[in-house]
DNA sequence: CCAATTTAGTTGCAATTGTGACGATCTATT
DNA sequence: AATAGATCGTCACAATTGCAACTAAATTGG
């Protein structure tokens, strides 16, 4: 006679979605790493303080924390990195002399689309490697998630 | 007249997905591990030592760093820490003594069966936040990025 | 106008992580 | 059985990171 069994269900760590998510970008995340850390020598605070500020030119340390999602003092030290290698300049703000506002040099911006095009063509790779509904579905999911936390 | 423009489209990060991916995957994992840090205080490796032991039952540390994707060192650290909450316990393998079987105490399984609700329930409000749509989105999205890399 | 508060960015210190070397043990080859 | 090579787990050390205190400058409120 079949009994009802009441042990909880453990949990299956490969079907929980935080880890599934983690998992699946920090693959991703390291793949696309190894690409501008080994034709640049680039780590990641530095890759993105050169991507944000390659989007949007001048920018200040402060903005680029809050856009890139990175806590201020990797920021700073990111672009300690880049101002020695000549990749950008700061320039005190005439009207508030807290404020340093960065800007590529022609190196650095060289340097910067030389990246778009890596970063370009591994997303082009990654989505045709995932077909047109994997591609399609990621990043439905992936919006639905920013709707979220914003 | 209108004439080509002949610059390179610069990147828009917000739009690059191994981008979008991490910083989701990061605002989820913090969110989840806010929860077991601040009822448990258990750290990320730490949690997911547990979580594989509690699936598994008996494994060893390497056996836990394959399944888990954590580096040996951090599965030794983490397994220490369990031990000394009592948490787990370590048995030499009788065949094999470079080996340790791992193994959670009554109070470890305890407090994995507590964890494991807060998982389900977390995820639980987490699907149902993205909505049936987005939920299933992102399912397939995984499911595609998990056959490439593996 | 002055004190208190807020903001921008840096620095020192502590905690976390990764790397390489290590001792111990097992396996494979001769 | 003896040597060589691989594997398990740990440790010491270096690099990375986060936190909190700090300087300098701007803003706010009496």
Redesign the pocket.
């Given at each position: 006679m079949k009994r009802k069994i009441d042990i909880d269900p453990p949990l299956i760590l490969e079907a929980f979605t935080p880890y599934r998510l983690n998992k699946a970008a920090e693959a991703v995340s390291h793949r696309f790493a190894s690409l501008y850390r080994d034709q640049y020598g680039l780590?990641?605070?530095e890759w993105r303080t050169l991507a944000t500020l390659g989007q949007f030119g001048t920018m200040?340390?402060?903005?680029i924390g809050t856009h890139s999602s990175?806590?201020?003092?990797?920021?700073?030290?990111a672009?300690?990195a880049l101002e020695q290698r000549r990749w950008l300049l700061?320039k005190r703000d005439e009207?508030?002399?807290?404020?340093?506002n960065l800007v590529l040099t022609p190196a650095g911006r060289k340097a910067y689309l030389d990246l778009v095009k890596v970063a370009h063509d591994f997303e082009a790779e990654l989505l045709q490697q995932l077909g047109p509904r994997g591609a399609a579905a990621l990043k439905n999911g992936l919006e639905a998630l920013e709707k979220l936390a914003g």
């Open positions: 780590t990641r605070p200040t340390a402060t903005a990175m806590h201020k003092t990797k920021v700073s030290r672009v300690l700061r009207t508030d002399r807290r404020v340093e």
